[in-house]
Every structure is written in C-alpha cells, then in structure tokens.
C-alpha cells in the first residue's frame, strides 16, 4: 500500500510538473537564441490592413456589441452585416507590397509583422478553412495576380532581407464556432459555454490549428508568429488585469497553445511565439502597446506603437512629427 501511495503521489506530482511548465518562461536554447537575434533587429514593421480599410474604420472593433464603440448611432445588426460584405467591394487593384518593402528598407527596419487575419475573421492569405479571404471568388481582388496577399508581402519583403512575421487573431468573429449564429454576440468572446458544448469548442480550435499550419507551412520560412486577442487563453493565465476581457460569462477559451508551437514549428524550428499578453512558455517576447516604457524591462519586450493615431488607414488620420518618431526610436 505504501508503494502504491508513493507511486500514485510520483504520478501526481508528475502531471502537476508538466502542467506547470506552459506557465514559465521558454527555456530552449535554440529559440532564446532566436530570442537574442531578433533582438538586435531593434526595429520593425507591423502594418494593419483589411476590409475595415474601405471605411476608413477600426480595425474590426466596430462590430463587436461592447459599450464603448463608437457606431455614430448606426443599428448593431444592420452595421455588422454590412460590414461584414466589405469582403464583396475588396479590390485593392494598386497593390504593390514592394513599395512597402521599400520604404521599410530605405527607414532601416530590419523585421515585418503583417496582420494575416484580424479579428474580423477575413483572411488575407490562401486558406482552404473559409471562404471569408480574398482568394475566394467572393472577393473581386480574388483575380489579381497578388489575390495572396500574404504570399506577396512576404515574398516582397524577404527579397529584401527581412525576417518575416505574420500576425493573426486567435478570436473569429466570422466563424460559427466562435460567434455561433444561434445566439446574440454581446462581446468580444465565444457567445457559447465552451464547457457546455464542448464538441463545437474543439471545431474550433481544430479551425484555428489548421489556419496556424496553412500559414507556417505554406510561405517558406517564418521568423515570428504574432498572435492577437488575449481573452483566449488558459484558465492558468487568467488573473485581475485580464479577467475582464473574458466578460461578463468569464469563458475561458483555451486553444491548446502547446498543439500551436508544435504545429507552428515543425517547418520552421527556430520560431518565436508572441501568444500577446498570456504570459508563459509561448509569449516569447512581450508587447507594450503605444508607449515607450519609463525604464529598461527585464524581459524581451518591443513597443508596438502606430506611427499615427489609428492603427490602420484613416485618410485624415494625424501623423507624429519625423522628429517624434527619430526621438521614440532613439528611447
């Protein structure tokens, strides 16, 4: 009995180990390497761009049914649907990611980020998992030459020389097993109880992990996977600052980040992983948002700061001074 007690107690402890390691910092040395590297990039390029361009809107938040956005007045129902056809009158015919490519060159940047798929849901890469993309004949860019519009940034910016990012939303609010179209969305989060319907849950996360391996086996080496929406996350990560994100049912919308790094690493081993404000084993380096900060963290970090006020286009949007931005690079 003694034995059994003990083994069950070494089998315990062994569970209660492994469950705690996606909660501490990574430790392998091939990707802090990586880590270090990158560091020494010092400056990069992330750019928003999607369907919320035509509008000249936030990038997706106007659709989600929180108080604080701003809809001048226009009815939910009738402005989430509209906005979501903006995938119907996409047809960005002057696109030229070289030009972009560039000018991020001739500034000294060193690395790009680029918005994949926002939490909108529409996706600017080839995926066989939706047809909300602009590949798809849905979409009248569908027939230009870079309908890939993913394909053709990387490819332009790597010409260049630069390390390639891909950022992409973990939450869709254009899937139906996220935003399920039975119930209102009164949120940002799954307008179902995961716990309760788990099968529809794990659709998914199967969803999620098959648009996370089209987009790192399908465009060569991937430096950086940049992942947005930090109310999905592990009940592990949930604390006081985050909590109320996951509103007011408390979902927690757990994705199986260790599944992610595996399938995000199989052709592309040196991969950092920014799961954005979930802390842990996959939050590589971390992101505070608009600001330098007062001093020197003790951690990998980047500002991630827009050059205007918006973070995508906005034709009257107000621009800070060349002599701003030299004197925020400089910080």
Known sequence: MKKLILVIFVFLFGIAAYAQSDQQ????????????????????FMMHWGIYAQWEVVESWSICNEPWI????????????????????????SF???????????AGMKYVVFTTKHHDGFCLFNTNETSYSTVDPSCPFSTHPHADITGAVVDAFREKGFWTGLYFSKPDWHCDDYWA????????????????MPERFESYKQFTHRQIRELTHNYGDIDILWLDGGWVRPEWSVNDETRPWLGCQGYIQDIDMPTVADIARENNPDLIIVDRSVGGKYENYQTPEQQVPDSLLPYPW????????????????HYKSTNKLIHLLCD
């Open 25 to 44: 910092p990574e430790t392998d040395p091939v990707i802090t390497s990586r880590i270090g590297q990158w560091q020494d990039l010092k400056f990069g």
């Open 70 to 93: 701003n809809r001048n007045g226009a009815d939910y129902y009738e402005y989430k649907r509209d906005y979501q056809n903006l995938n119907k009158t996409f047809n960005p015919q």
């Open 96 to 106: 030229d990611p070289s030009k972009w490519a560039q000018a991020a060159y001739d």
């Open 181 to 196: 179209h039975e119930w209102a969305t009164p949120d940002r989060n799954v307008n179902y109880d995961p716990t309760a």
């Open 302 to 317: 980047e500002t991630c700061m827009s050059m205007g006020d918006s973070w995508s286009y906005v034709s009257t949007d």
